[in-house]
């Protein structure tokens, strides 16, 4: 006997594609990554209409509209990056492609479909869209995750919906991943996150409601990390030395996430590689429990160093 079941997670489907105009929408057909999670927004302003003589409101009309998601996602590669870093140039050694990202002014926009590929199909394509933030993270007991985050133009609907697409690199679990503090490794790592943010600007006009243009500003890139208190190596980097400097900034450091499988690169090397230089730390904290180690909490800011994937797919795009 059929039962009703609504729409599962097994039939969803989440694809994105590199627009060639901003705001023209493309079929979208790649993969993120193995998705935990997918939230899809369509916004609009809803604007009351008063007037002297009554008291309740007298007309509804809207304005502007934008659209806006999230994606979180088991890593396998670095393809959505390229609509929130830049553009990536690839190198390749036998299968094995090294796509080495660096900051665009104004990276690329994609076409973003969500889809429910069941008997009573439905799709929407997002268009115009733009990676506003991400935070790729790794915590004990799990493989290395990210949250990405996007705003778009508009959207469309249909109710022919595409099959999801699952890609077959390997996720990286927490014994493949290294998290370095100044080159070093660290060690009891409980959780290491780094998170890029950006500022999304859009701009409306008269005589339409969908935005007419858009653009990102102000890249950042945060750090946080609670790991195993080694002593007083690493409590001179939080201090900036013996002493907090008085009249000087400490030197800057590097914060590292390093995900890989431990395979030459030409010989079916899997990788993901984020560093960040010039780092100073805003905050680290001991916490020293009884029954327990002592823990330093870590966070900061840096800069962009290195941002590197190796996988087996020739172009991103």
Not at 98 to 106: G, M, N, P, S, V
Not at 117 to 142: F, P, R
Not at 220 to 243: D, I, M, P, R
Request: proline residues 4%; charged residues 15%.
């Amino acid at each position: 006997m059929a039962t009703a079941q609504g729409s599962p997670s097994q039939v969803q489907s989440i694809l994105i594609l590199k627009e060639t105009t901003w705001g023209t929408a493309v079929t979208p057909s790649k993969d993120v990554g193995l998705i935990l999670d997918s939230t899809d927004s369509l916004n609009r302003e809803v604007i009351p209409i008063s007037g002297l003589g009554a008291v309740e409101v007298q007309q509804i009309v809207t304005g502007s509209v934008s659209a806006a998601g999230s994606i979180t996602f088991q890593m396998q590669h670095l393809r959505i990056f390229q609509f929130l870093i830049g553009d990536e140039t690839p190198v390749n050694s036998s299968s094995d492609w090294r796509h080495t990202f660096a900051i665009a002014d104004i990276p690329e926009s994609f076409s973003l479909e969500t889809g429910e590929n069941a008997a009573s199909e439905s799709k929407e394509i997002y268009e115009g869209c733009i990676g506003t933030a991400a935070e790729i993270s790794i915590a004990l007991g799990g493989v290395l995750t990210c949250r990405f985050d996007w705003a778009g133009q508009t959207t469309n609907s249909t109710n022919t919906a595409t099959a999801p697409s699952l890609d077959n690199l390997p996720v990286f679990p927490q014994g493949l991943v290294d998290v370095k503090v100044n080159g070093t490794t660290a060690i009891m790592v409980q959780n290491a996150s780094i998170t890029i943010t950006k500022t999304f600007v859009p701009l409306h006009g008269i005589k339409s409601n969908l935005m007419q243009a858009a653009f990102t500003t102000d890249l950042k890139f945060e750090f946080n990390a609670t790991l195993g208190f080694t002593g007083v190596t690493l409590q001179e980097l939080g201090l900036g030395g013996a002493t907090p400097p008085a009249t000087s900034d400490p030197t800057g450091i590097e914060f590292e996430i390093n995900a890989d499988n431990g395979v030459a690169f030409g010989s079916g090397q899997r990788n993901i590689q984020i560093v960040l230089e010039n780092c100073q730390f805003s905050q680290t904290t001991k916490v020293a429990t009884l029954g327990a180690i002592t823990f330093l909490t870590l966070s900061g800011e840096g800069t962009l160093k290195t941002l590197i994937g190796v996988d087996d797919i020739s172009d991103l795009n």
